[in-house]
């Protein structure tokens, strides 16, 4: 059986950045159900699976319902999907109508609460510069976009494909890799049992999650956040940093031609358009992730035993099993 290929497209910020925006407050609306859950060391409770068609969040288990939200990229709706039954709600809308955030908001409450689901437990928009205070405040006009949605969706799947076979030989802890609902970036982290200092003057869930030595290895629609001001920057990437930051980064090689070290974002990027011209994109993704954990080896301590082999996988649908 033949693999099916897999095309890594151009991604243009201009292009994208308006969905990009629009997602990432719709993707916050069903995120915020795991505000009361658990904390789990590098939010790895939080994180959103990139599914087939789109971006779902883990089972949320309440005393009212058990449930998912898929946002279905691919379908241009969101699905509260619950043990008291399904609810779809529509993102296309009529083209001479746009909606809203606050619209949807409104009902995406509505069909929760006919399965048996409290609102989300906090309307708050969070981590994005300049958006309104709450979800009902947010009524800027919004047309559903879907062949950028469709391109959002495969550079999500395209990078999770790279990055989970990034993590797979890492015996420590490692969180799944999914979707941070606050910043919209793919997040792929190793932790070490090294306790660390939180920066005093950050918002408590970034302080929570630097509680531990970690490295992280990610994707992003906008790996500067406008920090550069050079309209033709490439924000659009893969990116890497260890925390706590250590000396020492520059000059190195990052596995990747094109990938460089970013002394004023404290990250190394390496740009959309570089990656996918590499003759391999997916390896380029797992080498660019090696050579940003070979930094932390060699700078900040990290233990190299804590790899396992590399391998290519069971094998058991070609290798019979033993006896």
């Known amino acids: 059986m033949s693999e099916r290929p897999r095309t890594w497209p151009a991604l243009e910020f201009a292009e994208l950045a308006p969905m990009v925006d629009y997602l990432n407050r719709l993707v916050q609306v069903g995120g915020k159900y795991s505000l009361d859950e658990p904390f789990e060391v590098g939010w790895g409770d939080i994180v959103l699976e990139c599914t087939p068609r789109g971006l779902r969040t883990r089972t949320y288990r309440t005393a009212g319902a058990t449930f998912t939200v898929h946002h279905r990229l691919l379908d241009g709706d969101v699905v509260i999907e619950a043990d008291s039954g399904t609810r779809t709600i529509p993102l296309t809308g009529d083209p001479r109508a746009p909606g809203s955030v606050a619209s949807f908001y409104t009902a995406f409450c509505t069909a929760a609460a006919e399965l048996g689901i409290a609102p989300p437990p906090s309307p708050l928009i969070c981590e994005i510069p300049g958006a309104p205070p709450t ?17 959002i969706w495969q550079g999500f799947d395209l990078a999770a494909h790279g990055l989970e076979a990034w993590q797979a030989p890492f015996i420590g802890h490692r969180p799944r890799v999914g979707v941070m609902w606050g910043g919209f970036d793919l997040s792929a982290t190793r932790f070490r049992h090294q306790p660390t200092k939180p920066v005093a003057d950050r918002p408590s869930f970034m302080q929570s999650g630097e509680l531990y030595a970690y490295v992280s ?10 920090a ?33 070290w970013r002394p004023d974002l404290g990250l190394v990027l390496l740009p959309w358009p570089t990656l996918r011209r590499q003759p391999d994109p997916h390896q380029a993704v797992v080498a660019f992730g090696d050579a940003v954990y070979d930094a932390a080896v060699a700078t900040a301590g990290w233990p190299a035993d804590a790899l396992g082999p590399r391998v290519d996988g069971w094998h058991m649908s070609r290798t019979p099993p033993p006896g």
């Not at 405040?137 to 559903?144: C, L």
């Not at 050079?230 to 000059?251: K, M, N, S, V």
């Open 135 to 151: 979800f009902d405040d947010d009524h800027a006009a919004r047309t559903w976009d879907a062949d950028a949605a469709r391109l």
């Open 217 to 226: 290895v990610g994707f992003c629609f906008d790996t500067t956040r406008g």
């Open 228 to 260: 550069d001001k050079d309209p033709a920057a490439e924000r659009i990437g893969l990116y890497g940093y260890i925390w706590p930051q250590p000396d020492g980064l520059d000059g190195r090689s990052w596995g990747v031609e094109g990938a460089a």
